[in-house]
């Protein structure tokens, strides 16, 4: 079985736990939570709510691409675009990786251990966007 899902946003990394001062829980930052929650909407509404968590091994590709600054010259900007130019800046793509692991948890799989092969590029390119493609082994 293969999956591919576009997500027409901006990368975001798994950001660490927090701790309520007041009850002592860990909980996950709003922004991670909501970004984890829009991937894991997103794959749903494609494939559909009854789509069952693979048991198999998972190869796992993610592609993020991130739009250069508005503020470089529209030359510099095509040839970021244009070029092979890796993107060396946050998120990292550990953290990339571990908010779309997180996201398909439970929905693609039945628990992340399951991904075998893994792969995480990050890119410049015209829009950000974050391309999934998953497929069973």
Do not use: C
Request: glycine share 4%; proline share 5%; hydrophobic share 35%.
């Amino acid at each position: 079985m293969e999956w591919n899902l576009e997500i027409p946003i901006r990368a975001r990394g798994k950001e660490r736990p927090r701790v309520n001062t007041m009850t002592r829980q860990a909980y996950t930052p709003h922004k991670t939570k909501n970004y984890e929650d829009l991937i894991k909407y997103m794959f749903l509404h494609k494939y559909g709510v009854k789509t069952k968590p693979s048991e198999k091994e998972i190869a796992l590709k993610i592609i993020a691409t991130f739009e250069p600054p508005k503020s470089l010259s529209k030359k510099k900007r095509q040839e970021l675009i244009d070029g092979e130019f890796g993107y060396l800046h946050k998120p990292d793509t550990d953290n990339i990786a571990k908010a779309v692991l997180d996201a398909l948890n439970k929905v693609v799989y039945k628990d992340d251990n399951q991904v075998a092969n893994l792969l995480v590029i990050k890119k410049y390119g015209a829009t950000d966007k974050v391309e999934i493609e998953i497929k069973e082994l």
